[in-house]
């Protein structure tokens, strides 16, 4: 049976590092609050560079370790929860980018849910034979809409910015995305959520209005914890038992990168035999939202901890509320 399988991934993070002690000089914080708290070190942040920019770089980088030129493309899906323009979005703008004029392009604006639903769209795809090549492309550019006041310290730690790009084919081979389950749940919508431009406001973009604070991100930090550390194990558990591999057979878990005390609690909360395998690098880049799955995947690929016909699960959970996971036969 046809199937989509992870051809190739490539990733950028801006070359402007910001580390714990350059936030201390910033709002009232430490380094030791930071670590303990999301063991996060360090995070890249953009400097003059823009959501589609990132991009570009990760998939100049995922077409050619996949043997592809732009035009082998047959359709881009782009998430992220900031394009260059608020719209259009990023989709079209990436087949300027990358000289494929014509080239179909969905946005997907799921927050770190955006590479599972990104995931299920593609797997839909290329399995009802619509499309061959599919370019997934995460890029995520947070740190402009942070707050770096005190009054912001417990959203504006978390969240760095970054890119990845997925390359994502069909095959007949013995491979590939086995199961993708996704959800959502918009009762917790403004438990983390990016007000403004805001249909409520008319209109939507005025000097009182971002004087209201409703220009940066927002979190209730503890409401997020709490339903993240049930939703992860719960959805994980349901793409395993939908595809029916054994838990003793995954080779690596790799959750979206919210935060070590969420990764942590959900190893604790699964099977000893996937507590093992739990990846993390949040400590290098912070929260990069729907960029850090397909990250953490490529380096776990670069630490040789991934190889063809390994069995790997993928989770998130983030604003929406939304989550998922996918269980891929690598
Ligand atoms: N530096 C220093 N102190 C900080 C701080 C910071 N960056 N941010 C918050 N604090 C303070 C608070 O003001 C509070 O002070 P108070 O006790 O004097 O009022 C204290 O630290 C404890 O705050 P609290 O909110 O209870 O901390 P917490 O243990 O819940 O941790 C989070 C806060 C945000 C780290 C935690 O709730 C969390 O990880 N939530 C999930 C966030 C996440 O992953 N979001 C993305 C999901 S995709």
């Known amino acids: 049976m046809r199937k989509a399988y992870i051809d190739s991934i490539g990733m950028y993070v801006p070359s402007n590092v910001v580390t714990n002690k350059d936030l201390e000089s910033r709002m009232d914080t430490s380094d030791e609050w930071i670590r303990e708290r999301s063991g996060i070190q360090e995070r890249h942040h953009v400097d003059g560079e823009c959501t589609t920019d990132l991009a570009l770089k990760a998939s100049e980088e995922a077409l050619e370790k996949a043997g592809m030129k732009p035009e082998d ?16 979005g990023g989709g079209p703008m990436m087949t300027r980018r990358l000289g494929i004029p014509g080239t179909p392009a969905l946005d997907i604006r799921m927050a770190c849910s955006g590479f599972l639903y990104g995931l299920s ?23 402009v809409a942070l707050d770096f006041s005190t009054a912001g310290r417990d959203t504006a730690v978390l969240f760095g910015d970054g890119a ?3 390359v994502i084919k069909a095959t007949d081979a013995d491979q590939g995305i086995l199961t993708v389950k996704t959800h959502s749940d ?11 431009p805001s249909t409520l406001d008319n209109p939507f973009l005025t000097h009182e209005v971002l004087d209201k604070g409703y220009g940066r991100v927002s979190m209730n930090g503890r409401t997020v914890f709490k339903h993240a550390v049930t939703k992860f194990p719960q959805v994980i558990n349901e793409a395993l038992e939908a595809s029916g591999v054994a838990k003793a057979d995954i080779k690596l878990v ?15 909360r699964l099977d000893l ?53 996918s269980v891929i036969k690598w």
């Open 254 to 268: 790799v959750p979206h990168q919210a935060n070590l005390r969420i990764t942590e609690a959900v190893a604790n």
């Open 121 to 143: 769209v593609s797997k839909a795809f290329i399995e009802s034979g619509a499309y061959e090549n599919i370019l997934l492309i995460t890029s995520e550019v947070q740190s």
């Open 164 to 166: 990845a790009a997925t």
């Open 186 to 196: 918009g009762r917790y919508a403004e438990d983390l959520m990016l007000r403004t």
């Open 73 to 88: 493309v047959d359709h881009i899906i782009f998430s992220t929860m900031a394009s260059d323009y608020f719209a259009p």
């Open 273 to 325: 035999e996937l507590h093992k395998v739990v990846f993390s690098n949040i400590h290098k880049y912070g929260n990069t939202t729907s960029a850090s799955i397909p990250i953490a995947l490529y380096e776990a690929m670069a630490e040789g901890k991934i190889e063809r016909g390994d069995y790997v699960v993928v989770a998130s959970f983030g604003a929406g509320f939304t989550w998922g996971a």
